[in-house]
């Protein structure tokens, strides 16, 4: 990994290079950009990047609504735009025809179709249009890719399977470092650049999986709980979503061992313990208190043990950093999570044969999720960017982690229903 260290700041400073050199051309830079999002390359000139859209969205407020820009531009710039936090106005008005529809003359323009494809994952509440602009552009987009030039065809293909932004970004950079590679008018340096650092990335978080593995081993977890699934290597990708840049590496390790025990902890709950058995753990869990293992039984001592071991290992560590608030708050969101779900979870509904209505679904599997205690995990991770009011903000549970939790519970149940 650190012998990676050289070239990388090489290329960086090529790069910045490019940036700095493309001053003159607003869309040249935009399409710079983007294309250093796509292959993986934005984190490292976070500060640059927005430095160059803050100065370009000062110069030109009303960029889009002066150009007379096309499809492909217009759907680029503002989706950039958007991307980084800039609020732009609706520009696709001028592609609508007079029946409110868009004008089936774009049809004829593929690279712009894709492009508003793209851009139409960005929209709003309330923003009608570019919920038409997806439907439209779904509409064409696969018989266009048939009659496209075969690296268009493969763009189109691409982003229909995988789109640009559902997609997690380490899986996204592969694909579009390969796309690229394909591209005859590529910049040799950003290739480069981008296979070396994939590659770079790629090879810590493989040491990061080397050690998890080897920690999931040495708990023994086979053979004590047989009846869990073992989802070391699935839980790293997810920590690896929540972010993949080398200066998180201790916090998807973090993230991955929570995972493991909570998914531990929920197939214990969903499809083994009996309520008795729960009640004691639940309770167990809220006294936190290795006295409550006389309480448990056999199985449920070795569990019990692995949940405390792991939040006393991570206090050590994070007591030396001055943040022993943070482990008090992943606490705190696990026994929510455990004492909910052992109140309303499936195992509870299944014992009283109780169907539940979707109101009552929806708020007790969105509290039950478990995505509350994965995301104060994700905190622990990022340093003291997530301090005491930010943890706070978190346990008050905001529009914006009620929406994850919805989406991870609906495609939970969706798969193994």
């Known amino acids: 990994f650190e012998s990676y260290g050289k070239q990388i700041e090489m290329f960086k400073e090529r790069v910045k290079d490019m940036l700095i050199a493309r001053t003159g051309d607003v869309v040249d830079k935009v399409s710079l950009i983007d294309l250093l999002c796509r292959l993986g390359l934005s984190y490292h000139f976070q500060s640059d990047i927005e430095e160059h859209l803050q100065r370009i969205f000062c110069a030109h407020p009303n960029l889009l609504d002066t150009s007379d820009y096309d ?3 217009d759907a680029l710039v503002f989706r950039v735009f958007r991307q980084h936090g800039y609020k732009m106005p609706d ?8 029946d409110g529809k868009f004008k089936e003359a774009l049809t004829g323009d593929p690279k712009g179709m894709l492009s508003l494809y793209e851009a139409s994952y960005l929209g709003m509440h309330g923003e009608d ?15 266009l890719a048939s009659r496209s030039n075969p690296l268009l065809k493969k763009q189109i293909m691409n982003a229909l399977q995988w789109p640009y932004h559902r997609c997690t970004p380490r899986i996204a950079a592969r694909q579009n470092i390969s796309l690229y590679e394909e591209d005859e008018s590529r910049n040799e340096t950003l290739l480069q650049f981008a296979k070396i650092d994939f590659n770079r990335v790629q090879l810590l978080h493989q040491h990061e999986l080397s050690q998890l593995t080897r920690w999931y081993k040495d708990l023994n977890v086979g ?8 989802r070391i290597v699935e839980t790293h990708v997810w920590a690896s979503a929540m972010y993949f840049e080398p200066q998180y590496s201790y916090g998807r390790i973090v993230i991955t061992k929570v995972i493991a ?5 929920d197939d214990t709950y969903d499809v083994y313990g009996t309520i008795e058995e729960l009640d004691r753990f639940t309770d167990a869990i809220i006294r936190w208190d290795s006295s409550a293992l006389d ?14 071991n792991l939040f006393d290992e991570l206090e050590r560590e994070l007591t030396k950093e001055g943040r022993s608030y943070s482990i008090n708050y992943a606490r705190e969101t696990v026994r929510f999570n455990l004492l909910f779900s052992n109140i309303h979870g499936l195992q509870t ?22 995505h509350l205690a994965m995301t104060a995990a994700c905190f622990i991770g990022i340093g003291e960017i997530a301090g005491i009011k930010e943890y706070e903000w ?8 009620r929406a994850y939790e919805a989406i991870g519970r609906l495609m939970n149940d969706r798969v193994s229903h």
């Open 71 to 73: 499809l492909y531009t």
């Open 91 to 98: 520009v696709f008005k001028k592609f609508i025809d007079n």
């Open 129 to 143: 249009i570019l919920d038409e602009a997806l439907a439209f552009t779904l509409a064409h987009l696969e018989s």
């Open 223 to 230: 053979t004590l709980f047989p009846y869990t699934r073992h």
């Open 261 to 265: 025990i909570l998914s531990l902890l």
């Open 295 to 308: 309480e448990l039984p056999e199985y449920m001592k070795f569990l019990y043990g692995i949940y405390l």
């Open 349 to 370: 509904l299944f014992h009283k044969d109780y169907v539940p209505s979707l109101d009552e679904y929806m708020h007790n599997g969105l509290l039950s999720s478990g």
């Open 394 to 401: 978190l346990l008050h549970r905001p529009k914006i982690l």
